[in-house]
Every structure is written in structure tokens, then in C-alpha cells.
């Protein structure tokens, strides 16, 4: 009986966290080298761009006249702030959805009792890169989509209410309550959509009908799991973050020229790179165990089965 066969069975949020810090711990390096070969670059784009748009903007700002403003400052500000909101976009259409599938394939690995690694984590997401990053796009433009819809609605009434002051404004902020709300409901929705397509080998069309299908009477307790699991990411990371941050803060408040500043930057981003980059792996092994659960619960998974279709690498019924 294989370690898959033992381990897959329906759980609730304890078993999806135990097993999910379980898996992390177990497989610290693997699973931390293939988040990492993702990230680290990424971080740094986003520490060079901070850097360049904190010393730049505060430098060619503190001018009091504009004519006397520094072009060359004033270029770099423009750089850095494009190249930040460029790394960004690229972050969530493609660095995300590639280590998602890789980790999903590692941790798979794993509770099969096959040997893994980060090759051969990559190595299973290589032909599958052009459906994570269309399915990406589609699920991004989902939320998007929906959040405004609502939206829509909330701008209509900050204009016809705006002379209702409390009655106005209590019924705009509900509206975008709820705006959040559905764009949160859908993102779940379509969460578990690089899990689909590495360990079934679906496409985009197929992924997006699949992963909506496997929620679909479950997303309420499946959005119960996921911000829970993402308010105990976003602790864990704070714990680390705030002593570290708190001593930089008191650096800066002495330092308060430009390039101390941009400093105090950089330094911002990396003690939040490290720590996102810690943390961040847990997030991806629990979905995959979420994916798992609901493969349990809503089709009666049979687990030997399923051993032998991952091992083999054909689709999954």
C-alpha cells in the first residue's frame, strides 16, 4: 500500500494544516528550493525597483519649484515605478501559477513515496506552461471581472446617495463588502487550477470547468480553509517580519535623507521577501491537500487507483 493510499482521505482544517506544516517539514529543502527558484528572482526585481522609486521620487521631489527638478531623478522614479507594477503582473501571471503546479507535482511525489525533487518538480510543469499561464489570465480576469460588476453598482450610488451622508455611506461600503466577497468566492472557485493540470494533464478549458466543478456545493467550507489557512500564513509571516522591520523603521527615523531611505527600502523588502518566501510554500502545499479533499469527498476517489495514474502520468479520471 502506498503512502498515497494511506495518507488521501477526506479532512478537515486541523488535518489540512497538520498535514500541510507536516509536508513542509519533511521535505523542507525540496519544497523551499522549488518555491524559491520562483520567487528569489522576483524579489529581487521588486528590491531594485523599490529602491530605484524610493531614491529617485524622494530625491527629485524634495525640490520646492518644479522647474528645478532633476531629470535624471526624475527618469529613474518612472523606471522603477513601471518596473515595480511590471514585476508584479508577472508575479501573479506567471511566477505563481509555474510554482503552483511544480510544488503541487513535489508534494504529490512526496505522498506517493517517490522520490522528489526540484528538477524533477519543474520538470513535470514544463509542458503544461503555456494552460497555467492562459488559465492564470482567464482566472485573473474572473475576479477582476466579477469584483466590478459590483463595483459598477457601488459608483452609481456614491453618486445618487451622495447628499445621504451615514444612510448612503453605510450602503456603499456593503456593496463593496460584497464586491470582495464574490471576487473572493470566485478566485476559490478557480483555485485549485494549477493542481488540475499538472496531476491530470487537462487543458486550460477543461481545467477551468474542472476546478469549478470540484467546489461547487463545498465553496463555503473551501473559503472557511483558505482564509484560514491564509490569516495563519500571513501570522506566521508577521511574526518574523516585525522584529526585524521595527529595528529598520528606527534606522530610517535617523536617517531620513533620500539614499537613507531608499535604503530603509530595500531592507523593507528583503526581511518581507524572506519571510513571504518561508511561509509562502505552506499556502501552495495546503491547496494541494484542499484538492485532494475534494477529490475525496465529491467523486469517492479510489486512492490506489490514483496512485497508479499519477505514477504513470496519465489523466486522472
Known amino acids: 500500500m502506498t503512502t498515497l493510499t494511506r495518507d488521501l482521505r477526506a479532512m478537515d482544517l486541523s488535518d489540512v494544516l497538520d498535514r500541510a506544516l507536516a509536508l513542509y517539514r519533511d521535505n523542507f529543502v525540496t519544497i523551499l528550493g522549488v518555491y524559491a527558484v520562483g520567487y528569489v528572482p522576483f524579489w529581487l526585481v521588486v528590491g531594485f525597483s523599490g529602491h530605484l522609486l524610493s531614491a529617485a521620487a524622494l530625491k527629485a521631489f524634495s525640490y520646492k519649484k518644479l522647474e528645478t527638478m532633476e531629470e535624471t531623478s526624475a527618469l529613474l522614479a518612472i523606471l522603477g515605478g513601471v518596473s515595480l507594477v511590471g514585476v508584479l ?48 489570465l482567464i482566472r485573473l480576469g474572473a475576479v477582476y471581472g466579477a469584483y466590478n460588476v459590483i463595483y459598477f453598482f457601488v459608483a452609481l450610488l456614491s453618486a445618487a446617495f451622495a447628499a445621504l451622508h451615514t444612510a448612503g455611506l453605510v450602503l456603499i461600503l456593503l456593496l463593496e463588502l460584497a464586491a470582495l466577497v464574490v471576487a473572493s468566492l470566485v478566485y476559490v472557485a478557480f483555485a485549485f487550477l494549477g493542481q488540475i493540470i499538472v496531476l491530470e494533464n487537462r487543458g486550460t478549458a477543461a481545467t477551468m470547468t474542472r476546478s ?34 521595527l529595528g529598520a523603521g528606527l ?21 518581507t521577501a524572506v519571510s513571504v518566501i518561508l511561509v509562502g510554500p505552506i499556502l501552495t502545499v495546503a491547496t494541494t491537500l484542499m484538492y485532494y479533499d475534494l477529490r475525496v469527498r465529491s467523486e469517492g476517489l479510489d486512492v490506489e487507483m490514483m496512485a497508479a495514474h499519477i505514477g504513470r502520468g496519465d489523466v486522472l479520471p
Open 89 to 136: 503582473l508577472i508575479g501573479i501571471l506567471i511566477i505563481e501559477p509555474i510554482v503552483t503546479g511544480a510544488i503541487a507535482r513535489a508534494v504529490s511525489d512526496q505522498m506517493s513515496g517517490r522520490r522528489t525533487s526540484i528538477r524533477a518538480a519543474y520538470g513535470a510543469v514544463r509542458g503544461h506552461v503555456f494552460a497555467l499561464l492562459l488559465s492564470s
Open 212 to 245: 469549478w466543478r470540484l467546489v461547487s456545493g463545498r465553496v463555503w467550507r473551501t473559503s472557511a480553509i483558505a482564509g484560514f489557512v491564509v490569516l495563519l500564513a500571513t501570522a506566521l509571516a508577521a511574526a518574523i517580519e516585525t522584529p526585524l522591520l
Open 251 to 271: 534606522v530610517a527615523w535617523r536617517d531620513a535623507t533620500p539614499e537613507g531611505i531608499a535604503a530603509m527600502t530595500t531592507i523593507f523588502i528583503t526581511v
